[in-house]
Nanobody, 125 residues
Framework: EVRLVESGGGLVQAGGSLRLSCAAS????????IGWFRQAPGKEREGVSC????????YYTNSVKGRFTISSDNAKNTVYLEMNSLKPEDTAVYYC??????????????????WGQGTQVTVSS
């Protein structure tokens, strides 16, 4: 059974940091694209970052470039999202998902077929 479990969310002040984890089971993260997405209340879901572990390629949406870092630990079959210099507008439920390739429209999430349950990130001003 394919499963993705996010953890690491919480409440943090603006300027603070959090590290999210996405623990995968039922497949190997190195064989797939793993993406992080977020959805704030009343807003559409947006892609934050994704990684192709086998190639070492990473992708970021413009609003998080220079602040967020995606990485993977193949031994733990886990993908991380290190979030620094957090802003109130980063507040959202964060989800990880599995994809098969990185499309030019990856940020829309249409090419990801398995999703975790999400973890809440709240950044206070």
């Amino acid at each position: 059974e394919v499963r993705l479990v996010e953890s690491g969310g919480g409440l943090v002040q603006a300027g603070g940091s959090l590290r999210l984890s996405c623990a995968a089971s039922g497949f190997t993260v190195d064989d797939y694209v793993i993406g992080w997405f977020r959805q704030a209340p009343g807003k559409e879901r947006e892609g934050v970052s994704c990684i192709v572990s086998s190639h070492g390629n990473t992708y970021y949406t413009n609003s998080v470039k220079g602040r967020f870092t995606i990485s993977s630990d193949n031994a733990k079959n886990t993908v991380y999202l290190e979030m620094n210099s957090l802003k109130p507008e980063d507040t959202a439920v964060y989800y990880c998902a599995r994809g098969h390739y990185v499309a030019t429209t990856w940020e829309r999430g249409y090419d990801f077929d398995s999703w975790g349950q999400g973890t809440q990130v709240t950044v206070s001003s």
